[in-house]
């Protein structure tokens, strides 16, 4: 089942819980494809990384989950 893969370790390593709920939400409620949720997944996935990278506060990077409730607009356009 390729959909069946997204919440391994292996495939989002971030253990971040509220990502992963925003994910399940898609498969279970939203019915989303396999594909759609493999993308999102890697979209956060790399938004993540580059964020740990770039964040003025660099003491939370050493913890598992993001903040996602304190990205900001200007964040989000410095990544893209």
Partial sequence: DPGGDWM????????DGLALDFLDHLRAERA??????????????RFAIWFRRHEA??????????????ITPPVLREYL
């Fill in 57 to 70: 506060n660099p003491r939370r990077s050493d913890g598992p989950a993001m903040p996602w409730r304190e």
């Fill in 8 to 15: 391994k370790p292996e495939v989002f390593p971030l253990h």
């Fill in 32 to 45: 989303a494809s396999p594909h759609t949720i493999r993308n999102y997944r890697q979209a956060m996935g």
